[in-house]
């Protein structure tokens, strides 16, 4: 694995784990695809270090036993959004 990739797979699972974020969010800071990150978190973190792809793992489980909530709150917003407009 080239070095730059290295770099980036460690800043990423750093920043998830920092900020508790989803993978959409730091696809957005980083500048990268979300298949991406997500490729990065988790392949090629588990291989550079363990401890910190387990705790990224935690994260990334429970973002996404959260989403459906997340997507009937954005859908809820919307249609305030548009009634009342």
Do not use: W
Not at 42 to 61: D, G, Q, S
């Amino acid at each position: 694995m080239q070095d730059h990739i290295q770099e980036r797979v460690l800043q990423i699972a750093a920043y998830i784990v920092e900020r508790r974020c989803t993978v959409r969010q730091a696809a957005t800071v980083f500048h990268v695809s979300k298949s991406t990150v997500h490729k990065d978190v988790t392949e090629r973190l588990p291989r550079l270090n363990e401890n910190l792809a387990r705790e990224v793992r935690v994260i990334l489980n429970a973002n996404k036993a959260e989403r459906h909530l997340r997507g009937g709150e954005a859908t809820r917003k919307k249609y305030k959004e548009t009634q009342v407009s």
